[in-house]
């Protein structure tokens, strides 16, 4: 479900999705969204009056956080659990701190550009390596405490695609949705998105007259289904499949997912009550 804020872009609710067994997610406790710099005041009272949001949880990096803070949401934390690393994106220790913000002021060269603009079908894959999973993790212990009180996280990176997704993924396979329905809400970030992202892509080809360049850097806007699928085959590959790795890789209890679900989910209601 959408929610329109006025300064905020791709922010949605995970309620009213629909899991494998009929049930329905429940509405108000899982939030996505892009960065929150751009809140306005009556973005933050919307938030504050229709969501009870015990934290925020910023997936971005340092720098990511620093060009762009987030706007504070009374009574919410705000818990930095950066998922990307230099190593994991593949960065050099020169352009380590790149973020979309700087590339698009900086005006770099092409051979610049090659390196820090990140290639989501490699980066995809690496969200699944290790130092990414502890923070997969502690953002999902987050998730899963505010959800047995009732209470909502918002969680978010700097577009709401990549890191956001894969929280969203990992959320929507604990609760028992299938790949084809998880695919289908990180789709949704396009309906928010496409206009951005081909702006750029046209700023960018006009600079460079590279539509590789240009095409790379359209990718860090917008959402394509072979980034979701790279990162489901390496996780099928070392695990045999997300729950396996849910369980083995993160370290998270079938007892704790039982939990999850019973907290999180709206059985299907039948003629003869309720399933």
């Not at 994106?89 to 790149?98: I, P, V």
């Not at 072979?226 to 070392?238: G, N, P, T």
Request: charged residues 30%; proline residues 3%.
């Amino acid at each position: 479900m959408k929610i329109k804020l006025k300064g905020g872009k791709n922010f949605r609710d995970l309620g009213g999705i629909r899991t494998s067994d009929g049930s329905t997610v429940k509405p108000g406790l899982f939030l996505r969204g892009a960065h929150l710099s751009n809140l306005e005041d009556r973005d933050i009272a919307y938030l504050k009056e229709n969501f009870d949001i015990a934290t925020v949880v910023d997936l971005r990096t340092s720098r990511e956080r620093g060009e762009l803070p987030d706007r504070d949401i009374p009574g919410a934390g705000n818990v930095h659990v950066p998922v990307l690393s230099a190593r994991t994106a593949g960065l050099s220790h020169e352009n380590k701190g790149t973020t979309l913000k700087s590339i698009s002021k900086a005006r770099p060269g092409k051979k610049e550009l090659e390196k820090i603009i990140p290639d989501l079908a490699v980066i995809y894959p690496r969200m699944m390596w290790p130092e990414a999973g502890e923070k997969f993790r502690e953002t999902l212990e987050i998730v899963m405490k505010n959800a047995t009180q009732s209470r909502a996280t918002l969680y978010h990176c700097t577009v709401g695609k990549d890191r956001t997704g894969i929280v969203s993924l990992l959320i929507l396979t604990m609760l028992g949705a299938d790949r084809k329905t998880i695919t289908r809400d990180y789709l949704l970030t396009n309906r928010a998105a496409a206009a951005e992202a081909n702006k750029n892509y046209l700023k960018l080809f006009i600079a460079t007259f590279s539509h590789k360049l240009a095409s790379r850097l359209r990718d860090c806007y917008i959402a394509k289904k072979s980034f979701l699928d790279s990162y489901y085959a390496a996780v099928e590959k070392e695990y045999g499949s997300v729950e396996n790795y849910i369980r083995n890789g993160l370290g998270i209890t079938d007892e704790q997912v039982a939990s999850f679900r019973k907290c999180s989910l709206i059985k299907p209601v039948h003629e003869n009550g309720i399933d």
